[in-house]
């Protein structure tokens, strides 16, 4: 029998990783979305509806307007579904679904890890910047707080942000 010998095309060797190739990564849901019963309903409509009364006797009419677009909203908002994103860490920034930010722009990250609230935070240096919170889900916080600490200074002393905990407390 014969063979044919054909060259084989060599392997490249694709060296060290890039700095920006993640090393930590898993997909996640871009918010926290919380089961809310038809009670939940009934009490939201219940206190919209007493705030524009009350706009109303008040002959507050811009507040009544702007308290019927809230609820409205409102309603919008508990109604979306979280997309799963992607989230990374590399050696040159975190990214966040599409979004990429160098540790040039992240002035410090904490961690929170309790039974309710698995997060990891990060705080902008941008002044008008939000708080990045992405949920923890099954990761080990351990390797992620160990490898952060090389980039970027962590806050241990902060906990859950107050805006969380009412949304969470609200199920908002």
């Known amino acids: 029998m ?4 054909r060259p084989q095309t060599p392997r490249r060797d694709t060296g060290p990783p890039t700095p920006d190739a993640p090393l930590i990564g898993w997909e996640t849901p871009e918010f926290v979305q919380y089961q809310r019963s038809k009670k939940w309903f009934l009490i939201a409509i219940l206190v919209f509806a007493i705030l524009v009364v009350f706009a109303l ?18 309603y919008i908002f508990t109604q979306q579904k979280p997309k799963t994103v992607p989230f990374a860490i590399s ?3 975190i990214t966040f679904g599409n979004r990429f930010y160098p540790y ?10 309790e039974p309710r609230v698995k997060t990891i935070n990060f705080e902008m240096t ?8 992405v949920q923890l889900l099954e990761q080990d916080p351990l390797p992620i707080r160990k490898f952060l600490k090389k980039y970027i200074p962590e806050e241990k002393s902060r906990g859950e942000e107050f805006s969380d905990r009412i949304s969470r407390l609200l199920r908002f």
């Open 104 to 113: 040039s722009e992240i002035k410090s990250f904490w961690i929170v890890y």
């Open 91 to 93: 050696h040159a920034g």
């Open 126 to 133: 941008r002044r008008l910047s939000t708080i990045i919170t």
């Open 2 to 5: 014969d063979t044919i010998n």
């Open 57 to 74: 006797i008040t002959k507050q009419w811009l507040m009544a307007a702007v308290i019927i677009l809230s609820g409205v909203i409102v």
